[in-house]
C-alpha cells in the first residue's frame, strides 16, 4: 500500500500539483497548490525512506513490490490512461486562453507533464532497487487518477 499510494501515486502528484502551480490562473490557487506539494513531498520521501529499509532488512520485498503494481495494474486495466475530461482540463489550463496557438501550448505543456510524471515514477522504482528496465516498465503501469 506504501508503494502504490505514497511512492507511485503521491508522488506522480508532485508533479501534477508543480503542473498547477506553475499554470495556476491566480496566486491563491498557486499558493496552495505549492503547500499540498510541500505535504506531498513529506508523504513520498517517508514512504521512499521506509521502502529502503524495509528492503535491507528484506531483499525479498522488491518482488512482492512488483507483484503488487502489476495486480493493480491488471485489476485496473480498463482504467488505465488519463480520462479525457482531465487530460482537457489540463491543457485548457495550461492554455490559458481560447487561441488555437495557446491550446497548443497547453497540449506540449501536458505531453511534458505526463512524460515528467513517468519519469519521476521510474526513478524512484529505480532508488527502491529496481533495475533499470524493469522500473520503465513498472512505471507505465498507472491509473486513470495518475496513481
Do not use: C, K
Not at 525512506?49 to 493493480?72: K, T
Not at 489550463?93 to 501536458?110: T, Y
Amino acid at each position: 500500500a506504501m508503494l502504490l499510494l505514497s511512492v507511485l501515486g503521491e508522488g506522480t502528484f508532485l508533479n501534477l500539483l508543480a503542473f498547477l502551480e506553475r499554470h495556476a490562473p491566480d496566486p491563491v490557487t498557486a499558493a496552495v497548490t505549492r503547500l499540498a506539494r510541500q505535504d506531498e513531498a513529506r508523504h513520498v520521501a517517508f514512504a521512499m525512506s521506509h521502502l529502503e529499509y524495509e528492503q535491507a532488512v528484506d531483499p525479498s520485498l522488491q518482488g512482492a513490490l512488483r507483484r503488487a503494481i502489476e495486480r493493480r495494474h491488471e485489476v485496473l486495466l480498463t482504467t488505465g490512461g488519463l480520462s479525457t475530461e482531465v487530460y482537457d482540463a489540463l491543457i485548457v489550463l495550461a492554455a490559458g486562453a481560447w487561441r488555437p496557438d495557446a491550446i497548443a501550448a497547453g497540449f506540449r505543456a501536458v505531453t511534458a507533464l505526463m512524460a515528467e510524471m513517468a519519469d519521476g515514477r521510474e526513478r524512484r522504482l529505480a532508488r527502491l532497487g529496481f533495475p533499470t528496465s524493469d522500473a520503465h516498465a513498472l512505471a507505465q503501469l498507472h491509473t486513470r487518477n495518475f496513481m
